[in-house]
């Protein structure tokens, strides 16, 4: 959906007349009287239909979408749009939200950081969203967070993320550093994984992949990984050419023992690995373990020579559930239905299910609040315990972000993930890393937000 067809699809909504429905009373003597006419089967369908008309006839509640459908994350970012947007398909096709239509606005900040916090501005201002669904780099989140605190407007943060963050108006269902790099990193570093003992940290240039190695060096030189043993190198946005800096990797893992640790951001992830085959180079030879390649990236390389290389997160499309092949079977249809690109032959991945499950947590805090002040939702969300495509997760009591499994999965010829290693149950989310800032945390209960541990 473009933006200009959502701001169409917005202007033509009608308001509608508050005087004219049904009150609660009028609703179930009306009810009453077709079950004495009709039968208690017919009774039930017709309540189902007067609650889809109530919710038809009510004002809509917004909801912005705030995803990059051009520019170099598109290739990421418009499944977060798409996957929203089946979220929001599903719960209307149920009645709605307190009986009230959802109605997205979908806007295209184009992988422009301003341009992120001029759409974010118009969404809360101009179109009065009561939510926003959106962002995926931390640049872009950065740079709508002002616009956020500034007007009290709510965001749900899809995407994994390095911390050092504790906003009062952002849920982030991404991971924070301690739930996928830092137990990535000690995989590698252990028996099972492989007991690597150099790490070439590479990654896109702006503050995710910076702030994440920030961390990760701490954490290495903690376990006493000698200097000499760490590499850190970092490219610009829609980087193409990775010859010579493969060229380097490949003279940095001569003599084994030596992994990567990839941040790459966006397109440029395709480039990588393609030069990273043409060189000879394989995950018996140096193991990249990748923090944003999922599926959804994947789906547009060759991957017959990504085979054995490592992703960490907190889902995967191949979690062999009822509920996640469902989800998975949801997807595909939605795409086909709505003649997206690929159709069918789309897939799911970690994001895309945090973005999908941000909608309905969402919903749920708002039926919870009895209403879409975001004051009230809030609080609402706080503990909420619910079950995701991919398993149980809980939002953390006073922290504003999720509690996740971590799995770590090897890739596959056709795309997928097999599952090489998981925690054992969801890991408590850590914004202030123990590694680097040991004497902050994050509570939005007992605190004002960050504050400073005692002793």
Known sequence: MSEKTSNEAASATQTANTDQHPSRREFLAQSTKAAAGVGIAALLGNLGHWALSYAADREPIKIGVLHSLSGTMAISE??????VLMAVE???AKGGVMGRKIQPVVVDPA???DLFAEKAKQLLLQDKVAVVFGCWTSVSRKSVLPVFEKNNGLLFYPVQYEGEECSHNVFYTGAAVNQQAVPAVEYLMSKEGGGFKKFYLLGTDYVYPRTTN??????LLAKKVPPANIMEEYTPFHHQDYQTIVGKIKKFAAGGGACVISTINGDSNVPF??????????AEDAPIMAFSVAEDELRGMDTTALVGHLAAWNYFQSIDTPENKKFVADFKAYCKRNNLPDGDRRVTDDPIEAAYFGVHVWKQAVEKAGSTEVDKVRKAVYGMEFMAPG???KMDEANHHTYKQVLIGEILKDGQ????????GLVKPEPWSEYT???????????QGTYQKKG
């Open 90 to 92: 599903e719960i209307n």
């Open 111 to 113: 992988s422009n950081w």
């Open 417 to 424: 993930f097999k599952v090489v290693w998981q925690s054992k």
């Open 273 to 282: 690995y393609k030069e990273f085959a043409n060189q000879g180079l394989r």
């Open 437 to 447: 800032n040991p004497d902050k945390g994050c509570d939005w209960v007992k605190h």
């Open 78 to 83: 418009v499944s977060l749009r798409d996957v």
């Open 214 to 219: 920030k961390i990760l060096r701490a954490m």
């Open 391 to 393: 398993g149980k997760k």
